[in-house]
T-cell receptor, first 115, second 111 residues
Framework: GAGVSQSPSNKVTEKGKDVELRCDPISGHTALYWYRQSLGQGLEFLIYFQGNSAPDKSGLPSDRFSAERTGGSVSTLTIQRTQQEDSAVYLC?????????????FGPGTRLTVL | QKEVEQNSGPLSVPEGAIASLNCTYSDRGSQSFFWYRQYSGKSPELIMSIYSNGDKEDGRFTAQLNKASQYVSLLIRDSQPSDSATYLCAVISVGYSTLTFGKGTMLLVSP
């Protein structure tokens, strides 16, 4: 089937506005991850969902960031009161976690620019 | 603190040569190791995964893992200009499910 999809591909917003980023994982993948990649920086883990378990939110940089995953599939990452330092590419990945594999496949990303 | 270290490069090799990319990791409990390729402006694309000590070959790519030395490498044989990209090393530790990434090594293959 199709790979991981994300929308929008680009988002420009003004400082202080809220934004929502969407991720559609690969069908059948139980695990979903959000990462952030800032200019000149490596990929930074944000949040992880696995099945019906409570999400691992340990990577969220502040309480302005939140995410949900509805019906075990689509996920939305919300950034409230955006700041200029939130400008980055937000990447979603999904995987089918088994005893033999935990490979993560990435979507195309959403490039967020906060003016 | 789990850390993954890579030389930022750029690593420059001529077309047809072997490119050798290296990565070290700090968490001795790491269990899964990945190499991703990332072209400029694109998202990471999986190249290889390796879980056991030794070599794993897939076409022109060979991943090498040495857990005792906490070292993983990627060899690209017969390098092509299309291999020019940033190569990201990523690790999953025991008890975790998320990837810890190095900052990547830029590879430049000249015709």
């Amino acid at each position: 089937g199709a790979g991981v999809s994300q929308s929008p591909s680009n988002k420009v917003t003004e400082k202080g506005k809220d934004v929502e980023l969407r991720c559609d994982p690969i069908s059948g993948h139980t695990a979903l991850y959000w990462y952030r990649q800032s200019l000149g920086q490596g990929l930074e883990f944000l949040i992880y969902f696995q099945g019906n378990s409570a999400p691992d939110k340990s990577g969220l940089p502040s309480d302005r960031f939140s995410a949900e995953r509805t019906g075990g599939s689509v996920s939305t990452l919300t950034i409230q009161r955006t700041q200029q330092e939130d400008s980055a590419v937000y990447l979603c990945a999904s995987s089918l976690v088994t005893r033999r594999t935990d490979t993560q496949y990435f979507g195309p990303g959403t490039r967020l620019t906060v003016l | 603190q789990k850390e993954v270290e890579q030389n930022s490069g750029p690593l420059s090799v001529p077309e047809g040569a072997i490119a050798s990319l290296n990565c070290t990791y700090s968490d001795r409990g790491s269990q899964s190791f990945f190499w991703y390729r990332q072209y400029s402006g694109k998202s990471p694309e999986l190249i290889m995964s390796i879980y056991s000590n030794g070599d794993k070959e897939d076409g022109r790519f060979t991943a090498q893992l040495n857990k005792a030395s906490q070292y993983v490498s990627l060899l690209i044989r017969d390098s092509q200009p299309s291999d020019s990209a940033t190569y990201l090393c990523a690790v999953i530790s025991v008890g975790y499910s998320t990837l810890t990434f190095g900052k990547g090594t830029m590879l430049l293959v000249s015709p």
